[in-house]
């Protein structure tokens, strides 16, 4: 737990006493920087010195409500939140900032902090991380954790603190293995400051190129080797090479309509089967998509898309009179009836059900 501490003699009496060690007051000077838009401040609990620093810019979370409630006012808002779990859109922030905080977070965890901060940023912005250089217990075996004072200047005033925290497990936790892990997650370094025990780093996110949706290529299969093998391809590219490609419902649905409008009905039909079992699809979405084929003429393919729905929702007496009404269409009373009695027997009070089989029945 992140713990925010006060120098003073008697804290410092108790940290020595417990095999603690003290460095001395450090002072940094906290510039203000230029951002635009909003700022995601992990761990902005506590002091909250962007918070101060850039007011309502800024959103900042924390793990612990505590930290922010003790936090001044200055965010915009403020959430409880883990970083290694983001409830954030992909490319939402064009700024974050992580202030004396990766100390606290276990080392284990770092990784997920820097590919979740990489997904929520846009291409192209900056991570600014304000941290300690903090050593390795293998390294220092009379200790157990280390107190850092500090002074941090900002333009309008000054704050006094310090931060306890137990030594680094494995290995020193300084710029450079920040840089390393950052690196891996994908961002590039654009600055790097080292003073005293303390660093500030900068990381930016760079362009990437843009990912190409994955119905270009399914198209192009379709093309030349078929449906079958597009819809085999899809699902391999989806599960070996999934950043590789966007795999979305709309960019399926759109491929689906430049089949239909092509004349590939078939093709177009299996693209439509497809989106509803990838993206399973409720009740609703799925009959809306057999009416379509319905309305449209295209009986058989709108009956493979309802026979589907009645699978998928057999207590739905919805889908059997869908189907029932696809089978009227296609001169199918027998299945017609068969279906509309379904719909009935899931549903007494069924109207639609009840008027068609009478006029089934009836031979009307």
């Known amino acids: 737990m992140k713990r925010i501490l006060l120098v003073s003699l008697i804290s410092i009496s108790i940290f020595a006493a417990c095999k603690t060690a003290i460095i001395k ?78 100390m606290y977070i276990p080392a284990e965890k770092h990784e997920k902090v820097f590919s979740e901060l990489y997904r929520t940023l846009k291409p192209g912005t900056l991570l600014r991380i304000w941290d300690v250089n903090l050593p390795a217990r293998t390294d220092n075996p009379n200790k157990k954790s280390i107190m850092y004072p500090f002074r941090f200047k900002l333009p309008t005033k000054s704050i006094r603190t310090a931060y306890g925290v137990r030594l680094a ?101 299996e693209i439509a089967i497809l989106i509803i079992k990838d993206f399973n699809l409720d009740e609703e979405t799925t009959n809306s998509y057999g009416i379509e084929y319905l309305n449209d003429g295209k009986v058989n393919e709108a009956i493979e898309i309802l026979q589907l729905n009645t699978l998928k929702f057999p207590q739905s007496a919805n889908t059997f009179n869908s189907l029932g009404n696809a089978y009227i269409k296609s001169g199918n009373k027998i299945l017609a009836i068969k279906n509309f009695e379904e719909a009935l027997k899931l549903d007494p009070q069924n109207q639609v059900a009840n008027q068609m089989l009478e006029q089934l029945k009836s031979g009307n």
Do not use: H, W
Not at 212 to 231: F, M
């Open 169 to 269: 497990k494995n290995e020193i936790q300084n710029a450079d293995y920040y840089t390393r892990i950052a690196e891996k997650a994908g961002f590039k370094v654009a600055n790097m400051i080292n003073q005293d025990q303390s660093f500030y780093l900068e990381l930016q996110k760079y362009p990437l190129l843009p990912i190409p949706s994955i119905i270009d290529t399914l198209r192009q299969i379709i093309d030349k080797e078929g449906i079958k093998v597009a819809i085999n391809a899809y699902q391999q590219l989806k599960q070996n090479r999934p950043n590789d490609f966007v795999f979305t419902r709309k960019g399926l649905e759109k491929l689906c309509t430049n089949l239909y409008v092509d004349g590939k009905i078939k093709e177009s039909l």
């Open 25 to 102: 007051t450090q002072t940094i000077e906290i510039k203000d920087f230029d951002a635009t838009g909003y700022i995601l401040d992990i761990g902005g609990g506590g002091e909250g010195v962007i918070g101060q620093l850039k007011t309502n810019q800024v959103i900042a979370i924390d793990l612990y409500k505590s930290e922010l409630e003790s936090a001044p006012d200055g965010p915009f808002l403020k959430i409880v939140m883990d970083a290694t779990d983001l409830k954030f859109l992909d490319n939402t922030f064009e700024n974050a900032t992580i202030f004396y905080t990766m």
